[in-house]
């Protein structure tokens, strides 16, 4: 008789699955109309996404099965289970222009994933990501829905152009090659090399907390609007330097040919 053999991965696996799981039991009670239930579970599925990761580097565990299965995971998750929301919360109104709509959080969440999947080169911890990491794009839906939508129930002009333009940006920079910083960790070494980021992602907390959730539409909107800035400031320094590189070679050739 052949004994089981239980792997290290197992466990974060299983993490993985719990994951799937709250993302599951998020569809079924925003279908149920229970939209802050709903959230509060997809905020559970983030929680047991970063433990997997953790417990998977612990415990010298990482695989690309486990990785493959994170994606997954985090396409119900952070992508099927917002865009639901989104759904449930505003867009059922438009009909089928609606479903169209909500839906594109997970189209552009799964088509990151893939893209992020076939460029995966390494399972080590990265500093920087290519495009928002669908996670912090399920959580800049999330606050919004939560914290600001509701408040703008008086002013419905506003209310529809913020919920599209929140939907629409957040799809956009998950798909983009805009780099976003990954989550800053708890070492002497990153916060020598990433002060400015390390010190934004302390006070984001402590402020989050302090206004009990309110505040965490603003710092993911500061987070996005900040990797645009720095984004498009990287752009413009490379077409400088590729305008004096042209510049260089072109005195280069006229001096060649008076020579």
Do not use: W
């Not at 466990?11 to 229970?34: E, H, K």
């Not at 985090?74 to 289970?81: E, I, K, R, Y």
């Not at 599209?164 to 020598?192: A, D, E, G, H």
Request: with cysteine; proline share 3%.
């Amino acid at each position: 008789m052949k004994k089981l053999r239980v792997t290290r991965s197992l466990v974060p696996n299983l993490l993985t699955l719990v994951n799937l799981f709250c993302g599951f039991a998020s569809i079924v009670y925003s279908s149920q109309g229970l939209i802050e239930k709903s959230t509060f579970f997809i905020l559970i599925a983030a929680i047991f996404d970063l433990l997997d990761g953790f417990a998977a580097r612990l415990i010298k565990a990482a695989s690309e099965f486990g990785a493959e299965l994170d994606s997954l995971c985090d396409v119900v998750s952070f992508g099927v289970a917002p865009s639901f929301i989104l759904y449930q919360s505003y867009f059922y109104q438009y009909n089928e222009l609606g479903i169209l709509l909500s839906s594109f959080p997970a189209l552009a969440g799964a088509s990151r994933l893939a893209r992020f999947n076939i460029q995966l080169v390494s399972l080590e911890d990265k500093k920087y990501f290519t495009g928002l990491p669908i996670p912090a794009g399920a959580l800049t839906i999330l606050s919004y829905v939560i914290f600001i939508h509701k408040e703008l129930n008086q002013y419905q002009t506003y209310q529809s152009i913020a919920i599209f333009i929140i939907t629409i940006l957040t799809s956009l920079v998950m798909v983009s090659t805009i780099k976003f910083n990954n989550m800053p960790r708890p070492t002497k070494q990153y916060f020598k090399e990433n002060p400015f980021f390390s010190i934004f992602a302390l006070i984001s907390i402590v402020v989050s907390i302090i206004t009990k959730g309110k505040a965490v539409f603003l710092v993911m909107m500061i987070y996005i609007i900040f990797s645009i800035i720095k984004h498009l400031f990287i752009i413009y320094n490379h077409s400088k330097l590729d305008d004096d590189d042209l510049e260089i070679e072109d005195s280069d050739d006229s001096e060649s040919v008076i020579n």
